[in-house]
T-cell receptor, first 113, second 114 residues
């Protein structure tokens, strides 16, 4: 039973437009959500996080929105750049499971010039 | 800025052999995590250590063991290797113990078991 799901395996957007990556979760005990970007042959790179008590967190071109009632979060990248092309993982931390992260399956973002 | 270092980057072993993966966390980070990412899968948590003590345990096989040393580096020991152990093994580190949120990942060790 996958507790964190990214239902879109891939997304293609034009440079300069907005990229929206979605993530759903089932465990209401998650207290933090994180987004990671991963290039081939590299480890995941931390992008942005959000506490479960907030509904929005913004850092430069990246904004994460959290809808607790829907158990849904999204990462908005605007404007999208070709260098943003990578696999994006949504991850969640449970407040009763130490600091271990549960990852979604990832979404491959392709930003076309 | 210094990042998490993992060695080796690539490792090829035969079935039933043993392997040791090493992880050097970011300086002043006190917590180390190990994750396994199989082909086409998302990273799965294996085990973590805080201040040299095991803090959490995930889906780590009994054939695997790990420890964190006094200099905070960690080693993942894998014995009786099976074909299904072929995967990318990531180490991550964080500071602040149980209060830490962000984990910073190393580049991974790609283990191939033949």
């Amino acid at each position: 039973d996958q507790q964190v799901k990214q239902n879109s395996p891939s997304l293609s957007v034009q440079e300069g437009r907005i990229s929206i990556l979605n993530c759903d979760y089932t465990n209401s005990m998650f207290d933090y959500f994180l987004w990671y970007k991963k290039y081939p042959a590299e480890g995941p790179t931390f992008l942005i996080s959000i506490s479960s008590i907030k509904d929005k967190n913004e850092d430069g071109r990246f904004t994460v929105f959290l809808n607790k009632s829907a158990k849904h979060l999204s990462l908005h990248i605007v404007p999208s750049q070709p260098g943003d092309s990578a696999v994006y993982f949504c991850a969640a931390r449970g407040n009763n499971a130490g600091n271990m992260l549960t990852f979604g399956g990832g979404t491959r973002l392709m930003v076309k010039p | 800025a210094a990042g998490v270092i993992q060695s080796p980057r690539h490792l090829i072993k035969e079935k039933r052999e043993t392997a040791t993966l090493k992880c050097y966390p970011i300086p002043r980070h006190d917590t180390v995590y190990w994750y396994q990412q199989g082909p086409g899968q998302d990273p799965q948590f294996l085990i973590s250590f805080y201040e040299k003590m095991q803090s959490d345990k995930g889906s780590i096989p009994d054939r695997f063991s790990a420890q964190q040393f006094s200099d905070y580096h960690s080693e993942l020991n894998m014995s009786s290797l099976e074909l299904g152990d072929s995967a990318l093994y990531f180490c991550a580190s964080s500071s602040g113990g149980q209060g830490a949120v962000e984990q910073y990942f190393g580049p991974g060790t790609r283990l191939t078991v033949t």
